[in-house]
């Protein structure tokens, strides 16, 4: 009789944890929207490396025709803005 309920809640808790198991591996994320998702965030940086790169080319153009002008004895008509602040990159 101890055999047979010793059996049974072995068999039980086999199943238990089987079907946690399961049910664990089933609720990740599937391959193809994480390959969606990291393709999407390459595409971002990717954006933001042109970005930054063009923000450059026009901060170093325009401090070049500001000394044009200062060349030419003229003010500018307006002040440049500010440098952007650094964001730590993850």
């Known amino acids: ?10 068999i039980a808790l086999a199943l238990v944890l ?3 198991g399961i049910v664990g591996c089933s609720a ?3 391959q193809s929207e994480y390959d969606e998702v990291v ?9 933001v490396t042109k970005l930054e790169s063009d923000l450059a080319a ?3 153009e325009a401090a070049g025709l500001r000394k ?4 030419k004895g003229e003010k ?3 002040t440049p803005p500010p440098a952007p602040k650094e964001e ?3």
């Open 1 to 10: 009789m101890r055999n047979r309920i010793a059996k049974t809640v072995s």
């Open 18 to 20: 089987m079907l946690t």
């Open 28 to 30: 990740g994320v599937s």
């Open 39 to 47: 393709a999407g965030r390459d595409a971002a940086r990717a954006e």
């Open 58 to 60: 026009a901060q170093t």
């Open 68 to 71: 044009d002008l200062a060349a």
């Open 76 to 78: 500018p008509t307006a």
């Open 88 to 90: 730590p990159k993850p």
